[in-house]
């Protein structure tokens, strides 16, 4: 059992920018990247200039959707997202060696029904697809491994919406 280490002194600089918006009445856009560089800078038991356990140097997504208002479709809404996750270091090198999983690119889609109950509330019906490719990647693992990223998922929902 490696334990827990406390103390040192790590160093996270860098940003992110993401941007929600309409383009037209119907197509919405939600787009983000983010770069960290977080190292450790001192330490007693960790090795300066190694990359901080679980942090990805970089993250990007785009998700579109498209919500009819009127017409035969109203209340139909499908979408469609990427979301990029680079490189990260998934254990120090003091404990069982230094790795890194790859970084991975998963793609998502989604429809859903919304009807109106009463005033403002709205019943939504829901099916998205995870991980549309079945894209095999890593998550970051303590104690000497890696977990395997979530598989191609069908996920169903029901669930009340308020406009407010």
């Known amino acids: 059992d490696p334990g827990s280490i406390n103390g040192?002194?790590?160093r996270s600089e860098g940003f992110e920018v993401e941007t929600i918006g309409r383009i037209t009445d119907n197509l919405q856009v939600l787009a983000g990247f983010?770069?960290?560089?977080?190292?450790v800078v001192r330490s007693d038991s960790l090795n300066p200039g190694d990359q901080i356990q679980g942090v990805p140097e970089t993250t990007a997504n785009l998700w579109l959707s498209y919500d009819w208002n009127d017409g035969p479709l109203e209340g139909l809404?499908?979408?469609?997202?990427a979301f990029y996750r680079g490189d990260i270091v998934t254990q120090f090198s003091q404990f069982v060696g230094t790795y890194e999983t790859d970084s991975y690119l998963t793609a998502d889609i989604s429809s859903w029904y919304r009807t109106g109950l009463s005033n403002g509330v709205d019943l939504k019906?829901?099916?998205?697809?995870?991980?549309?490719?079945?894209?095999e990647y890593?998550?970051?693992?303590?104690?000497?491994?890696?977990q395997a990223g979530q598989p191609r998922t069908l996920i169903a929902s029901v669930g009340i919406a308020m406009n407010l």
């Not at 809404?77 to 997202?81: E, I, N």
């Not at 019906?125 to 894209?135: A, K, R, S």
């Not at 890593?138 to 890696?146: I, S």
Request: hydrophobic share 45%; aromatic share 12%.
């Open 138 to 146: 890593g998550v970051g693992g303590f104690g000497g491994g890696v």
């Open 77 to 81: 809404g499908v979408g469609a997202g």
């Open 125 to 135: 019906f829901g099916l998205t697809m995870q991980n549309v490719f079945d894209e």
């Open 8 to 10: 040192g002194l790590f």
């Open 34 to 39: 983010g770069a960290l560089d977080a190292e």
